[in-house]
């Protein structure tokens, strides 16, 4: 905002306004420099809007959907202006608003069943509970806790994504609020909240509505009061939610999801890159919730129905390619299934380690990684199994990768037949009459064979395994090693800064290399980072040209 100078700068539009005799509120919302007043403090407005009648109106504006045949500006522009004008964090507003019941109730009518829930007044109705959520905790907690049908009321309503990241603040699952007002929460620990939430998984068909519990859920597992960090990872909540994701009628995305909550149990660090800064800075605040052996357990109960699903031979659905077709497609609760097994063989559990072995998942796993040789994704998970089997302290899991599932051996065979063939019986099938194309998985393959034999250098079994395979010591010697001297940076024409080959890590390199991150979301994100606008004004005149050019391409 542009400083004012006595004499210098012309009344504000708002100021104009208010010395009218008589002014409405509607007046004021219609004046674009509103919401630059507020900020501004200017007193004269704030004392007109603190005043109950006009608090009053400005929430109808938030909470009531307007007829159809309503003007433009009441419809979009009014519930904006309000919105943002309760956002501005004035003191005076807010506390009119929190001491005063009959505000609160007509606040939060807007959840009841009966009352239409548009998307628009959703994110309206959402910025201003948060707002008070951050600023006006404690009486808003009080408030919430004398009405608690408005925590049945937010759960019913959890399929859209601005009513749920309300809730996540209620429950406490958020840092800044159970880092500053913990004691506020303790009401939570005679509530079900939880169980409705993972309820929602067989109540409701709709993904919008499981991807959402879900994330309150993984929330949870974050940062969350002691009273819900011990009741989610208790057996009977791993067990309820399981119950959930395998029944035969339920939809895929509720296994997805469910999945998603097991993993975040697991390994609460596995963080969207967007707060993973937020959760190291807030780590000794929040309860961090860690699965015990007996939540290991509870997972471990329903592995086997989990396996059963990885089974692709009675599957019939087919998916056309470009290089042919999947018959199966692999699917995104297969893929989860395999980074569940990826996440409980990093947790250091003697008993899932052997149960993962005696009922063969890590085989299956690597079964998958050669049936499917385009997904990457999946061979990202499996990959990550591999390795954890092979630099784990237990030998019976290292003979299992070694010997039970070949590893080996499948890595020369599919060296050997490098191209996808048409006498595999797999689910990946080749078009007939072109040339097939090489396999995508050869750089997984290449990172597998060299973390062998950097293992083998400290360990005997597989030193001696990999030795006395001539085919292997033929392969490493005429293929690998030309391999990595190809795909040396280093090397390269082009150069490579010497420093690099010294350069140390220090603890933020560790974390970064050490994550394993959501390729799929880092995809996206980069997607959103483009789309708007994220990078600098050089790289947004790039990518602007580069769509005109496209643009032009298709025209012509």
């Known amino acids: 905002m542009f400083w004012r100078m006595t004499g210098l700068s012309a009344a504000s539009p708002v100021d104009t306004i208010l010395d009218k005799e008589n002014f409405t509120l509607e007046e004021l919302l219609d004046e674009d420099e509103i919401i630059q007043e507020c900020k501004a403090l200017n007193s004269r407005l704030i004392n007109f809007l603190r005043d109950k009648a006009q608090v009053e109106q400005l929430l109808r504006y938030v909470v009531e959907e307007v007829p159809d045949d309503a003007e433009r500006k009441r419809s979009f522009k009014f519930p904006f202006i309000a919105s943002e004008i309760f956002t501005c964090e004035i003191d005076v507003i807010l506390r009119t608003l929190v001491e005063d019941e009959e505000l609160m109730d007509l606040l939060f009518s807007f959840v009841k069943p009966d009352h239409p829930h548009s998307t628009l007044l959703s994110g309206y109705f959402s910025k201003v509970v948060i707002c008070l959520v951050l600023r006006k905790t404690a009486p808003l907690m009080s408030y919430v806790q004398g009405h608690p049908e408005i925590v049945v009321q937010l759960v019913d309503l959890i399929g859209i994504t601005s009513i749920m990241e309300v809730l996540i603040r209620l429950i406490g699952a958020d840092e800044t609020i159970y880092s500053n007002y913990g004691d506020t929460l303790q009401w939570l620990e005679n509530t ?4 409705m939430i993972a309820d929602k998984f067989n109540s409701s068909d709709s993904p919008e509505v499981h991807a959402n519990a879900a994330e309150i859920l993984c929330a949870v597992t974050r940062c969350a009061p002691p009273s819900l960090a011990a009741k989610i990872c208790s057996p009977s909540f791993v067990r309820r939610l399981f119950h959930h994701a395998l029944e035969e009628s339920r939809p895929k995305s509720v296994l997805l999801h469910s999945l998603s909550v097991c993993i975040s149990l697991l390994d609460p660090k596995r963080l969207a890159s967007a707060s993973y800064q937020a959760f190291k800075s807030n ?11 007996e939540t290991v357990d509870g997972m471990l109960e329903s592995l086997g129905n989990l396996l059963n699903l990885l089974d692709t ?14 018959r199966p497609p692999l699917g995104k609760h297969r893929l989860k299934i395999v980074e569940f097994i990826s996440v409980l063989l990093t947790i250091g559990s003697e008993t899932a380690e052997k149960e993962l072995v005696r009922q063969s998942a890590i085989k299956r796993s690597i079964d998958l990684f050669f049936e499917y040789p385009y997904n990457n994704f999946l061979h990202h998970h499996v990959e990550n199994i591999i390795v954890s089997c092979l630099e784990g302290k237990r030998p019976e899991v290292v003979e299992h990768v070694l010997h039970e599932c070949d590893i080996v051996g499948k890595i020369l065979v599919s060296e050997r037949l490098s191209s996808l063939s048409t006498e595999s019986n797999g ?6 009459g072109k040339t097939h194309p090489r396999v995508g998985n050869v750089g997984h393959m290449t990172r597998i064979a060299n973390k062998l034999i950097q293992l083998g250098n400290s360990n005997n079994t597989i030193q001696a ?5 001539n085919e ?3 392969w490493q010697t005429n293929v690998l090693v030309k391999r990595n001297e190809v795909e040396n940076v280093y090397h390269w024409a082009c150069g490579r800064p010497a420093s690099l080959h010294d350069r140390g890590r220090d603890s933020d390199d560790d974390d970064f290399r050490d994550r394993d991150y959501d390729v799929a979301a880092l995809a996206n994100n980069l997607s959103q980072a483009f789309r708007y606008g994220i990078y600098s004004s050089d790289d947004i005149e ?15």
């Open 192 to 195: 079900n909240v939880l169980e």
């Open 465 to 469: 395994h990999l030795q006395e395979n």
């Open 472 to 474: 292997w010591v033929e």
């Open 313 to 326: 031979s009675a599957a019939e659905s087919v998916l056309p390619t470009t290089y042919g077709c999947l």
């Open 542 to 556: 790039e990518a602007q040209g580069s769509l005109e050019r496209d643009d032009e391409e298709r025209h012509n």
């Open 283 to 293: 780590l000794s605040h929040g309860a961090l919730v860690m699965a015990s052996p």
């Open 427 to 432: 689910p990946t099938v080749p078009t007939e």
